[in-house]
């Protein structure tokens, strides 16, 4: 079996997708063998893209301020995996981005995430993600978020944090009052501790 860092080359060189994809392949992934926190989201947008720097726009802002955690952490691949279900923008429809490419979690989803032995939270962003790590957690994104006490503290879906979803937030807000406070402290909990469970002072 290939090492993670051969692996995720691999995924970078990508390009089984590239009829499909209307910018060309890059893929955008984070991952060491240490990372702690997966977080799981659909697709790179097309700012994502041009940077190739996940959730380098304004969902990773508020992703980022629901976590609580500063640019620099987020950005440090020993503490966060940043895994999406596709790794490239797979280009605009009528009312977004268009749905992740299916062959790219078929090819790499399940070689990488065999890889990340480490993680202790999985955070599972929008229906595909839910989909895919999520598929009992009920038919609709609001009700797996709903539901996020089945799986925790070892996992949890969210809303995308898109800027799309403002609307969902302002109907739901005992997402903020309640899931959030919970999700801060046990990312800071994990944060707090090295890979092999010894506080960090």
């Known amino acids: 079996m290939a090492s993670l860092p051969v692996l995720l080359e691999d995924i970078r060189a990508c390009t089984i997708c590239a009829k499909y994809l209307p910018l060309g392949p890059r893929p955008v992934v984070q991952a060491h063998a240490s990372s702690r926190i997966l977080i ?12 190739g720097l996940p959730f380098n726009d304004a969902s990773g802002n508020r992703l980022r301020d629901w976590l609580g955690v500063s640019r620099d952490l987020f950005y440090d691949e020993r503490r966060f995996a940043i895994v999406p279900m596709g790794f490239c923008f797979p280009g605009t429809g009528p009312s977004g981005d268009l749905p992740p490419r299916p062959e790219c979690a078929a090819t790499w989803r399940a070689p990488l995430l065999a890889r990340l032995k480490r993680v ?7 229906q595909y993600a839910i989909a895919y790590h999520l598929p009992g957690q009920g038919k609709s994104v609001t009700e797996a978020v709903s539901r996020w006490q089945e799986t925790w503290p ?3 879906a ?5 800027p799309r979803n403002l609307a969902w937030f302002k109907r739901h807000p005992w997402f903020d009052e309640a899931l959030l406070p919970v999700l801060r402290a046990r990312v800071a909990d994990i944060l707090s501790t090295d890979a092999g469970g010894k506080r960090i002072r």
């Open 120 to 126: 202790e939270l999985t955070i599972v962003l929008g």
């Open 158 to 162: 969210l809303p995308h944090p898109s």
């Open 154 to 156: 070892t996992a949890v």
């Open 40 to 51: 799981v989201g659909q697709a790179p947008g097309r700012k994502v893209h041009e940077t």
